[in-house]
C-alpha cells in the first residue's frame, strides 16, 4: 500500500526515513502539494517557505547518509507566526510587524534547527496570540479542516489546522491560557503546554510573559514527546527556564496506567458544557480506570475565580509588553504624524486590531494608579490560592482529569460580538497557566457533526512525563482512528 506522506507521524516518518524508504525531501516536496491543493480553503499558513524547506530537507538528507542524523532529522514543522526564524517575517498575524523580519532564531526553533528539522513556513494566529478562534488575523481566516463553517480554535488555529488537515507533520504553538490545548481539541490533534519554565521563551514575541509558554501540536502524544524532549532544558538567554533535567519522555511512555493515581475536579463539571463532551471525558476517565489508574475525585475551590484573574493578569502584563510596538524601531509607522506622540498613537491605532486595542486598554487601566491594589494585586493574590488548589490535589495524585474545552469547535462569527463569551470558553485551561503546571489535550471523541472532542491532563509542574504516560496509554487503548 503507498504511504500518505502527508499524514504521517513523525515516529512513523522518522523510521521510514531510518529504513531508506523515502527522504526528507520526498516529505518536503508531499506536504507542499497537500498545501497547494487544501491550504486555499483552509488557511493554516501566512506565509510558506518551500525553497527554504527544501534546501534545509536536502541538508538532513545529506546528514542522514553520512550519519548524523539529529533527533528530528528531515521532519518538516510548521511554525506560529510569534516566534522568531532567522530570515523569516514574523507578523503576530498584526499589521504593526508589517515588513519586520527576524534576525534571529529563538532558542526552540535553534534546538529544532539542530536536530535537523525543516521549517516549512509560519502558520496563522489570532492577533498577538490574543483570542481563541483565529478571527483576530489582521492577516486572513483559518477554517478547522473537520467542519470548514467551525472555527479552529486559537490563538494556535493555524498550527492546529495545519497539523490535523495533513499539511505539516507537527507544529510550535503557543499557550498563554488555553492557545495550544484549545485549537488541538477542537481540530482533533495532540495539544502540550509545558511547564512554565521547562521551555525557553527567548525568541518569543511576549504577550503576557509570566503565563506564555512555547508546546508542540502533533497527530499522537508519542510524537509530542518527542518534540518536548528537544524543546526543554535550561537556556541562558531565558532566566526564568528552569535547569531541572530532562527526562527521556517518549522511552517512558507505558500502555498501562497501574501504579497512577488520577483526579477528578467537581469544579470542572460546569453549567452550559456540552452533553456530548462531557459524556466524552467520563467515558475516557473510565478507560483511564480499566487501565489500571485510581480514581478520585479532588477539589480545586479557586477555580471560579480563574478567568477573572487571568484577564486581569494577562492584560496588564500585555499591556506592558506591547508598548514597544510604536513605529520608531520596526514594524508599521503611520504617516502624516506632527510630532513623535501623534506617531506613536497614529501607528498603534491603524496597527493593532480591535482585540488587542481591548486587552491594552483594559490592562492600563488595572494597573493605573487607584486601582492597582483592588485589581492586579488582588489578582495576583488569587493566583497564589489557585496555586495552592493544585499543589494540595498533586499532593495524592499524579494528574487530573478535566475537560478541555465546554464545548467542540463552534461556528466562525459565532462569538465575535460578544468576547465575555469568548473568554468564557477558557474556563478550563487558564488555571494551568496562572498555576505554572503542564497541560496535554488528547482526542477523546467526536460530538455530531464529527466535531473533535479533548481530554485535559493537567499533571504538576515540571512532571511532563507524567501527563504523557496518561496520554499515551488512553490513546493506544482508545484504538479509534476517527482523527485521520
Known amino acids: ?77 510548521a511554525i506560529k507566526d510569534v516566534l522568531n526564524v532567522r530570515g523569516q517575517p514574523c507578523t503576530c498575524a498584526s499589521k504593526i ?88 481539541a477542537f481540530c482533533g490533534c495532540v495539544g502540550l503546554k509545558p511547564s512554565y519554565g521547562r521551555v525557553s521563551r527567548y525568541g518569543l514575541t511576549a504577550f503576557a510573559s509570566s503565563l506564555d509558554q512555547i508546546g508542540p501540536m502533533t ?105 514597544r510596538f510604536d513605529g520608531v524601531r520596526y514594524g508599521l509607522r503611520a504617516t502624516g504624524a506632527t510630532d513623535p506622540l501623534d506617531m506613536y498613537k497614529r501607528t498603534r491605532a491603524a496597527g493593532f486590531g480591535p482585540e488587542v486595542k481591548r486587552r491594552i486598554i483594559l490592562g492600563t487601566y488595572v494597573l493605573s494608579s487607584g486601582y492597582h491594589d483592588a485589581y492586579y494585586l488582588k489578582a495576583q493574590k488569587v493566583r497564589t490560592l489557585i496555586r495552592r488548589d493544585f499543589e494540595q490535589a498533586f499532593a495524592s495524585c499524579d494528574a487530573l482529569l478535566t475537560p478541555c474545552t465546554p464545548t467542540p469547535a463552534f461556528r466562525m462569527g459565532e462569538k465575535t460580538q460578544d468576547p465575555l463569551q469568548m473568554y468564557l470558553g477558557d474556563i478550563f485551561t487558564v488555571t494551568a497557566n496562572l498555576a505554572g503546571i503542564c497541560g496535554l489535550s488528547v482526542p477523546c471523541g467526536v460530538a455530531p457533526g464529527g466535531l473533535p472532542i479533548g481530554l485535559q491532563i493537567l499533571g504538576p509542574a515540571m512532571k511532563e512525563e507524567n501527563i504523557l504516560r496518561v496520554g499515551h496509554a488512553y490513546e493506544v487503548a482508545r484504538g479509534d482512528q476517527w482523527l485521520g
Open 97 to 184: 510587524l508589517d515588513g519586520y523580519v527576524a534576525p534571529y532564531d529563538a532558542t526552540a526553533i535553534a534546538r529544532l534547527r539542530a536536530e535537523g528539522a525543516v521549517f516549512l513556513g509560519r502558520t496563522n494566529m489570532d492577533e498577538f496570540a490574543m483570542g481563541g478562534s483565529t478571527e483576530n488575523s489582521a492577516i486572513k481566516r483559518t477554517r478547522n479542516p473537520r467542519a470548514l463553517d467551525r472555527v479552529p480554535g486559537g490563538s494556535s488555529g493555524g498550527s492546529a489546522a495545519a497539523v490535523a488537515g495533513g499539511l505539516a507533520l507537527a507544529a510550535l504553538g503557543t499557550d498563554t491560557g488555553g492557545s495550544i490545548r484549545q485549537p488541538a
Open 219 to 323: 497527530r499522537t502524544v508519542r510524537d509530542a514527546a518527542l518534540l518536548q524532549e528537544v524543546l526543554s532544558g535550561a537556556d541562558p538567554m531565558d532566566a526564568t527556564c528552569v535547569e531541572t533535567p530532562v527526562p527521556p519522555y517518549a522511552a517512558q511512555l507505558t500502555e498501562d496506567l497501574r501504579g497512577m493515581t488520577l483526579g477528578v475536579p467537581a469544579e470542572y463539571v460546569v453549567e452550559g458544557m456540552d452533553p456530548a463532551v462531557a459524556q466524552a471525558v467520563q467515558h475516557a476517565v473510565e478507560r483511564c480506570r480499566d487501565l489500571g489508574a485510581r480514581i478520585v475525585e479532588v477539589k480545586l475551590p479557586h477555580t471560579m475565580f480563574a478567568i477573572a484573574t487571568y484577564y486581569i493578569i494577562g492584560t496588564a502584563e500585555a499591556s506592558a509588553n506591547l508598548a
Open 1 to 77: 500500500m503507498k504511504l500518505n506522506l502527508s499524514t504521517l507521524t513523525v515516529s512513523d516518518a522518522l523510521a521510514h526515513m531510518a529504513s531508506g524508504d523515502f527522504k526528507s525531501i520526498d516529505l518536503v516536496e508531499a506536504l507542499g502539494a497537500a498545501i497547494a491543493v487544501r491550504d486555499g480553503e483552509l488557511g493554516a499558513y501566512v506565509s510558506v517557505d518551500l525553497a527554504g524547506a527544501r534546501a534545509e530537507a536536502e541538508a538532513a538528507d545529506r546528514a542522514r547518509a553520512a550519519g548524523k542524523a539529529g533527533r528530528l532529522c528531515g521532519i518538516p514543522i
